[in-house]
Nanobody, 130 residues
Framework: VQLQASGGGMVHTGGSLRLSCSAS????????IGWFRRVPGKEREWVSC???????FYTDSVKGRFTASRDHAENTVYLQMNSLKTEDTAVYHC?????????????????????????WGQGTLVTVSS
């Protein structure tokens, strides 16, 4: 399975975008999803995770501004991004969590480590200009 992130674009600082993550022909319901971003020349950065039961986790720099959610009927996971900053400019990817789920804290630790994620697809570019 390959996940597809979409919804990127160009906005000014303070603007909003909503990213979507979908997988054709694959049910995302029972899987955690991670959002990551990469700036050219820099390492990939973990942004957010949402577990299969809807628990959400965020890196400090986006807390209070980004919100992950999932729509089971649409088989889609979203990342609502508000109050965007120029430093949010990056290619955003979503990925499928393929590891074990013992608890929310364990899942969070795997998100922090960007571990046990796969099914990476093409990302979507978010550009925030001042």
């Amino acid at each position: 399975v390959q996940l597809q992130a979409s919804g990127g674009g160009m906005v000014h600082t303070g603007g909003s975008l909503r990213l979507s993550c979908s997988a054709s022909g694959f049910n995302l319901d029972n899987y955690g999803i991670g959002w990551f971003r990469r700036v050219p020349g820099k390492e990939r950065e973990w942004v957010s995770c949402i577990s299969s039961d809807g628990s959400t986790f965020y890196t400090d720099s986006v807390k209070g501004r980004f919100t992950a959610s999932r729509d089971h009927a649409e088989n889609t996971v979203y990342l609502q991004m508000n109050s965007l900053k120029t430093e949010d400019t990056a290619v955003y990817h979503c990925a499928l969590y393929m590891g074990a789920y013992y608890s929310g804290s364990y899942f969070y630790s795997r998100c922090l480590a960007s571990a046990d994620f796969g099914s990476w697809g093409q990302g979507t570019l978010v550009t925030v200009s001042s």
